[in-house]
T-cell receptor, first 111, second 115 residues
Framework: AQSVTQLGSHVSVSEGALVLLRCNYSSSVPPYLFWYVQYPNQGLQLLLKYTTGATLVKGINGFEAEFKKSETSFHLTKPSAHMSDAAEYFCACQGAQKLVFGQGTRLTINP | DSGVTQTPKHLITATGQRVTLRCSPRSGDLSVYWYQQSLDQGLQFLIQYYNGEERAKGNILERFSAQQFPDLHSELNLSSLELGDSALYFC??????????????FGSGTRLTVV
């Protein structure tokens, strides 16, 4: 069965610093992978997705993620953090008929 | 606005009661998914409907049920409510039953508090 593990339930970075949120997946088939962001009191919003093709995927708000099959990873990065990036981030992969989500990583930005 | 509408936004009810959560999918989307989000369990998949038919079932309790109507809106019914059912309930939609590679569009959720 497909599964997703997000390393670190909380990540704190300074404004302007690199953001790195880690995600590893387990899938018996070529995976479709997603990152979602959840701002306080809101639903989840799609940041980016990997289906096939280029392994470096660019998303909204300056985020990008790289699919590394050899490492079964799909880490999310952003070169320079903004205060507005403070939110919870979820990695997901496709399962049977549904998306399977990781436990989430809460990102805090320090001024 | 994502295009997925959930009502009500907030719901406070007593233990033992029954509530109905409603979801209208994005225009053109045929699939509706229900998820429960709690602090200790994270995002848990409950159930999926595609064009009126149940397509997949997850960790949904027997006290919970759902349906999708001909106009494609969906309702999640929660009965004999317990304190532990307090959570955010999200609805998401996608175009096709197997079109999960496009990702979902989520609604803003219903926050259920059982007292």
């Amino acid at each position: 069965a497909q599964s997703v593990t997000q390393l670190g339930s909380h990540v704190s970075v300074s404004e302007g610093a690199l953001v790195l949120l880690r995600c590893n997946y387990s899938s018996s088939v070529p995976p479709y992978l997603f990152w979602y962001v959840q701002y306080p009191n809101q639903g989840l919003q799609l940041l980016l997705k990997y289906t096939t093709g280029a392994t470096l995927v660019k998303g909204i708000n300056g985020f990008e993620a790289e699919f590394k099959k050899s490492e079964t990873s799909f880490h999310l990065t952003k070169p320079s953090a903004h205060m507005s990036d403070a939110a919870e981030y979820f990695c997901a992969c496709q399962g049977a008929q549904k998306l399977v989500f990781g436990q989430g990583t809460r990102l805090t930005i320090n001024p | 606005d994502s295009g997925v509408t959930q009502t009500p936004k907030h719901l406070i009810t007593a233990t033992g009661q029954r509530v109905t959560l409603r979801c209208s999918p994005r225009s053109g989307d045929l699939s509706v998914y229900w998820y429960q989000q709690s602090l200790d369990q994270g995002l848990q998949f409950l159930i999926q409907y595609y064009n009126g038919e149940e397509r997949a079932k997850g960790n949904i309790l027997e006290r919970f049920s759902a349906q999708q109507f001909p106009d494609l809106h969906s309702e999640l019914n929660l009965s004999s409510l317990e304190l532990g059912d307090s959570a955010l309930y999200f609805c998401a939609s996608s175009h096709g039953g197997a079109a999960i590679y496009y990702g979902y569009t989520f609604g803003s959720g219903t926050r259920l508090t059982v007292v």
